[in-house]
């Protein structure tokens, strides 16, 4: 009887190499895919104009029981944070990695980009091999990490989700994937010897502790709000289901203006609009900067746009 490969198989055969027939194999591959469903996990990330940024809290709120869970502390350097939602904690987001032995660890799952930490003692070769979610294999990709801590960057090329099984060194991991079907169809993998400024596998570990009061199930409404110092607080709604790569858009007051003050002593906040700088609100003053007092426009009536005379309301 023929058989189609799959990682599960392989990972069966690891432990020892007996037949699994067809049957068997669909059972395994659907209680595999049952135990990794059993947790929502997905990644999170805060963009301004289209650059990630770091975080100080991040704060959920199921908006279909109102439990919630503020996740605090999360490490210097990182931007893209996997977040639990059946545990209600951060995952590898990233302080935890303190804690890790050696072999390859999860650190963030982007479309079109998984990326794992490869903690390894000497110089190793590790070999990528992909799978489609049915178990086809999609492609076998080598890449060499020298001794330490690197970041293995996969990219996935044009599969829309898939497993990736990591070996080498004697060391053995299993990541879901979450494709970016990329035109160029390529997959290929880069490796950065160095994590992110600011990170080190020996910082103290500040990891935010799982939540018992907060509660989701797939399908609920999660409203995540997030907060830094340098950005304006900003919120995401949505129904996250597993492998979702979430994407908050947020705002920053201008850089050494972020409030600025009128004739009449009133405050506004500013925003950063591409290369420009604005204010959040509209203005309230009845006065210029050189304190000549605007005009009442208050029962003026009809005015045309272009008029000399410039009126506040």
Same mark, same amino acid.
């Given at each position: 009887?023929?058989?189609?490969?799959?990682?599960?198989?392989?990972?069966?055969?690891?432990?020892?190499?007996?037949?699994?027939?067809?049957?068997?194999?669909?059972?395994?591959?659907?209680?595999?895919?049952?135990?990794?469903?059993?947790?929502?996990?997905?990644?999170?990330?805060?963009?301004?104009?289209?650059?990630?940024?770091?975080?100080?809290?991040?704060?959920?709120?199921?908006?279909?029981?109102?439990?919630?869970?503020?996740?605090?502390?999360?490490?210097?350097?990182?931007?893209?944070?996997?977040?639990?939602?059946?545990?209600?904690?951060?995952?590898?987001?990233?302080?935890?990695?303190?804690?890790?032995?050696?072999?390859?660890?999860?650190? #963030?799952?982007?479309?079109? !980009?998984? %990326?794992?930490?490869?903690? &390894? @003692?000497?110089? /190793?070769?590790?070999?990528?091999?992909? *799978?489609?979610?049915?178990?086809?294999?999609?492609?076998?990709?080598?890449?060499?990490?020298?001794?330490?801590?690197?970041?293995?960057?996969?990219?996935?090329?044009?599969?829309?989700?898939?497993?990736?099984?990591?070996?080498?060194?004697?060391?053995?991991?299993?990541?879901?994937?979450?494709?970016?079907?990329?035109?160029?169809?390529?997959?290929?993998?880069?490796?950065?010897?160095?994590?992110?400024?600011?990170?080190?596998?020996?910082?103290?570990?500040?990891?935010?502790?799982?939540?018992?009061?907060?509660?989701?199930?797939?399908?609920?409404?999660?409203?995540?709000?997030?907060?830094?110092?340098?950005?304006?607080?900003?919120?995401?709604?949505?129904?996250?289901?597993?492998?979702? #790569?979430?994407?908050?858009? !947020?705002? %920053?007051?201008?850089?050494? &203006? @972020?409030?600025? /003050?009128?004739?009449?002593?009133?405050? *506004?906040?500013?925003?950063?609009?591409?290369?420009?700088?604005?204010?959040?609100?509209?203005?309230?003053?009845?006065?210029?900067?050189?304190?000549?007092?605007?005009?009442?426009?208050?029962?003026?009536?009809?005015?045309?746009?272009?008029?000399?005379?410039?009126?506040?309301?």
């Amino acid at each position: 009887m023929a058989l189609f490969k799959s990682p599960w198989m392989k990972i069966a055969q690891k432990q020892s190499p007996v037949c699994i027939s067809i049957g068997s194999l669909i059972l395994l591959i659907t209680l595999t895919m049952h135990a990794m469903a059993q947790d929502v996990t997905i990644t999170f990330t805060a963009k301004f104009q289209g650059t990630p940024v770091p975080l100080d809290s991040i704060l959920l709120e199921n908006l279909n029981n109102h439990s919630t869970v503020v996740m605090h502390d999360l490490p210097a350097g990182v931007t893209t944070y996997e977040i639990n939602l059946s545990q209600g904690k951060i995952v590898y987001g990233m302080a935890e990695l303190s804690r890790l032995g050696r072999g390859f660890f999860p650190y #963030s799952n982007l479309p079109g !980009v998984m %990326r794992f930490i490869a903690k &390894v @003692p000497s110089p /190793t070769c590790v070999t990528m091999i992909m *799978y489609d979610l049915p178990g086809r294999l999609i492609s076998t990709v080598k890449q060499d990490c020298p001794t330490g801590v690197s970041v293995v960057n996969f990219h996935s090329g044009q599969v829309s989700s898939g497993i990736l099984v990591a070996e080498g060194g004697g060391f053995h991991a299993v990541f879901k994937i979450i494709g970016g079907k990329d035109n160029s169809g390529a997959t290929f993998c880069t490796v950065e010897n160095t994590l992110p400024k600011g990170f080190s596998m020996s910082m103290p570990v500040k990891a935010s502790p799982s939540s018992a009061s907060f509660v989701f199930n797939p399908g609920d409404t999660v409203q995540f709000s997030v907060y830094h110092q340098a950005i304006y607080p900003a919120t995401l709604t949505h129904a996250p289901l597993q492998g979702d #790569s979430l994407i908050v858009k !947020v705002t %920053r007051p201008c850089p050494g &203006v @972020p409030v600025v /003050t009128d004739y009449d002593s009133n405050t *506004y906040t500013t925003v950063q609009i591409g290369n420009q700088c604005w204010l959040r609100e509209n203005m309230n003053a009845t006065h210029y900067s050189d304190g000549k007092a605007l005009v009442d426009g208050t029962g003026v009536g009809q005015i045309s746009a272009y008029s000399e005379v410039k009126y506040w309301f």
